[in-house]
């Protein structure tokens, strides 16, 4: 019995839809640790979010916004890149964040920031969809792209547009 191979569009949803479930696992935590006070646990699974998903958030930036700006349009997919920069932005502070614990006007801040990428991590998984329409090539090159981008294993925090 041969194995069968899945088709590029295959293989990028799987790898798309991993790396959004460490995204969403991350996020989940840094919100019940901010919500409990531990800001050590909230500092560190935000190391763990900024390490696993930065090739994950360049490449949505570089290769899939891009593709999708014709057919969602601009204003939505601006709306996209804030949502990505609200969050780099808290999972940055978070890292750099001395050991003096967090007023209740940061903690309630990081914590909406936190959970406006969570929402955006929920609803951007409905983007595979629109994988469908483009064509094989295209599919195999942003599948080699994301692969190309997880060998770098840029943070999120260090990744500027």
Not at 63 to 92: F, K, M
Request: aromatic share 4%; proline share 2%; net charge negative.
């Amino acid at each position: 019995m041969s194995a069968k191979t899945l088709s590029a569009k295959s293989e990028l949803e799987l790898a798309f839809l991993e790396d959004h479930q460490h995204l969403l696992k991350g996020l989940t935590e840094i919100l019940q640790r901010l919500g409990s006070n531990d800001l050590d646990a909230a500092v560190a699974a935000a190391e763990r979010v900024d390490e696993a998903v930065g090739p994950h958030m360049r490449f949505e930036e570089e290769e899939l916004y891009p593709t999708l700006r014709a057919v969602l349009g601009n204003d939505y997919v601006n709306r996209l890149y804030d949502e990505h920069t609200e969050g780099q932005q808290a999972i940055a502070e978070l890292r750099s964040r001395g050991p003096e614990p967090l007023t209740e006007d940061d903690k309630a801040r990081l914590m909406e920031a936190v959970e406006t990428t969570l929402n955006h991590a929920v609803s951007c998984g409905t983007l595979l969809s629109h994988l469908d329409a483009l064509d094989e090539a295209r599919q195999s090159a942003l599948l080699e792209r994301l692969v190309e981008l997880r060998h770098e294993k840029q943070l999120w925090s260090e990744y500027g547009r």
